[in-house]
């Protein structure tokens, strides 16, 4: 990203943040487990409309993105984050 304008750096992590975002998606609807009583109790005083449709992903540690472009390739790698 050296030597881009502050507009293609937005453009590039923008993509990259969408790319991890649709990965996070794919892996709750592969992973997700219904949520427990105690969470469609939380799902419904923050009004989630689809609390019986919603699924969960427990983890002990989180995977976010870390902007990394290599060889002109747009590449991201993951680190590890304790939740």
Sequence with gaps: MEGQTPIDQLEELTALAAHWAVEQERRVLCEGVPLSERELGDAKIIGVRQKENSLTRKLSACDIP??????????????????
């Excluded at 990394?68 to 304790?82: D, E, H, N, P, T």
């Design 66 to 83: 870390s902007a990394s472009v290599y060889c002109g390739l747009k590449l991201f790698r993951f680190r590890r984050i304790r939740c």
